[in-house]
């Protein structure tokens, strides 16, 4: 990851800067409204993350950026139902599955409030300057 | 419906952030899958090159995005001068 970034820096020009976004490694959770129905089972994808935190916070140590900026964010993917939710998170995460109990709590929710479920991660974004 | 995709904007605010304006910029984003981030600048931008080592998002990238240098290729693999980007963008790929 440090060595994407170092080539990154090869090819923007000293003016110019780098955009890292990626998830956090806080818990994807599934929810219904504001309702928390529980986390989703994300395998190896929590140290995935943590590990393009410390791969930019590796590239700062070695002074090839500078953080010049930095915020978080939520992002979601709505469905309209827990299988379609279910196959996005299939098709389109590199692991990871709503398990049995995230699953029963967000079919309760569902019960007792029909809206549209959604999956929600926390995702940070940096601009980095070139030193 | 199909499925929604952060509804909210809040990723476009937070881009929107960090780059006012991509007006004029040479823009190279670094996994972009099949383009969900690069519709947010493509139209704005002088130019982008967009990568993905995986050639079925390369495909859907070009068929919504023609104007869209997309490579199937990891940063690695990728054959570009020294600083002749603006803006390079690591789209949840580091």
Redesign the interface.
């Known amino acids: 990851m440090v060595d994407a970034l170092r080539r990154a820096r090869e090819l923007v020009d000293p003016t110019g800067c780098v955009i890292d976004l990626h998830p956090t490694s806080a818990a994807a959770l599934i929810l219904v409204g504001d309702a928390i129905g529980g986390p989703v089972d994300t395998g190896g994808a929590k140290g995935r993350h943590q590990a393009a935190t410390d791969a930019v916070a590796a590239a700062v140590r070695d002074r090839l950026f500078t953080v010049d900026d930095t915020t978080e964010f939520d992002f979601s993917v709505y469905g309209d139902t827990l299988d379609e939710l279910q196959q996005h998170i299939h098709d389109d995460w590199c692991e990871g599955h709503i398990g049995d109990a995230t699953l029963a709590k967000a079919q309760a929710l569902l019960r007792a409030a029909p809206g549209r479920p959604r999956v929600r991660e926390r995702v940070v974004i940096n601009r980095l300057l070139r030193l | ?1 199909a ?6 904007h ?2 476009w ?3 929107s ?3 006012p304006s991509f007006a004029g910029l040479r823009v ?1 984003e ?1 996994g972009c899958g099949d383009g969900r ?1 690069t519709g947010l600048y493509a139209n704005s931008a002088a130019s982008v090159i967009a990568i993905d080592p995986k050639t079925e998002s390369i495909d859907a990238l070009r068929a919504e995005w023609p104007a869209v240098d997309a490579r199937a290729v990891g ?2 693999g ?1 054959d ?1 001068p ?13």
């Open positions: 419906m499925l929604l995709e952060d509804p909210e809040n990723e605010r937070a881009l952030r960090m780059v190279l670094i981030v940063i690695e990728l570009l020294a600083h002749s980007i603006d803006v390079a963008i690591f789209s949840w790929s580091l």
